[in-house]
């Protein structure tokens, strides 16, 4: 039997990808702050080397899975230095804790849980991103209440996407057999999206410019896409970031991407 991690798995997207799981014969290891068989706030460094440490008690020293959906939205009462410790912190810290086990299984595969928001929101803090991607917890947690939560979501989401980017290829991830991709979610129906049409200035956010696809999404469609990430089929796939977002990331920066390749000095 396959063992997963699912973070933030006691709602949304974690949740209807827990249950997909379990229904595909999974064992799932959910991580949450309440409603999950680990609870724990990943907030706190100390917690997510806890969380680890449990996990490979519950797993017994071989995990094949890990799908990190915890997060908090940029629209939340919680200081914007939470967000990107959730948001980024939360995920590298728990990925770099369980690797291990992740390599001690034959072929393992990991999702990371991005966001559309992280390519579609304009004057992204790169000082953020930057702080993030050096392992700087405490400088990024400054920048993030310097600049406030809808900035710290955005950028604690790109940078989780581009540490995707630069490890996935290594000799520590599938180098070791671990497939290492990225989702990045639009608009979904999930209770973080519904407490935000309770704001003003968030529910206006979202209805300005609505997914081309003319709806929200189900979570049961992102567990669909997660599953076949984790999936024999998907072993071809590494370091991809694949939006599902019914078309808004497309629809905002159609020439964006794909980029021609920029020269490099050391190529």
């Known amino acids: 039997m396959k063992t997963v991690v699912v973070t933030g798995s006691a709602s949304g997207m974690g949740l209807a990808t827990s249950k997909r799981l379990r229904d595909g014969g999974c064992n799932v290891i959910g991580v949450d702050i309440q409603g999950s068989e680990i609870l724990a706030d990943l907030r706190q460094p100390e917690e997510r080397i806890r ?58 595969s990991v999702v990371v849980v991005s966001s559309n928001a992280a390519t579609t929101t304009p004057r992204i803090n790169e000082a953020m991103i930057d702080a993030c991607l050096d392992g700087d917890e405490n400088r990024a947690r400054d920048i993030a209440d310097e600049s406030g939560a809808p900035a710290a979501y955005a950028a604690s989401k790109f940078a989780v996407a581009r540490w995707v980017r630069r490890h996935s290829t290594s000799a520590e991830w ?22 935000m049409r309770e704001m003003p200035e968030a529910a206006a956010m979202m209805d300005k410019s609505p997914p081309p ?20 089929l998907s072993r071809f796939i590494v370091g991809s970031i694949v939006f599902i977002d019914g078309g808004k990331d497309a629809f905002i920066r159609p020439d964006d991407w794909p980029s021609p390749r920029r020269r490099r000095n050391d190529i």
Do not use: K, W
């Open 213 to 232: 696809v003319g709806r929200v999404g189900d979570p049961l469609e992102a567990a669909h896409l997660v599953e076949f990430l984790l999936g024999p």
């Open 174 to 195: 599938i180098g070791s057999g671990i497939n290492l991709n990225a989702i990045a979610p639009g608009l979904f129906d999930t209770p973080m999206t519904q407490a």
């Open 51 to 108: 969380v680890c440490r449990e996990i490979a008690v519950r797993c017994d020293g071989v995990l094949n899975a890990v799908v990190t959906c915890a997060g908090i939205s940029g629209f939340t009462s919680q200081p914007a230095s939470s967000v990107v410790s959730i948001n980024y912190f939360g995920t590298v810290n728990l990925l770099e804790g369980m690797r291990p086990l992740l390599v001690s299984s034959a072929e393992a």
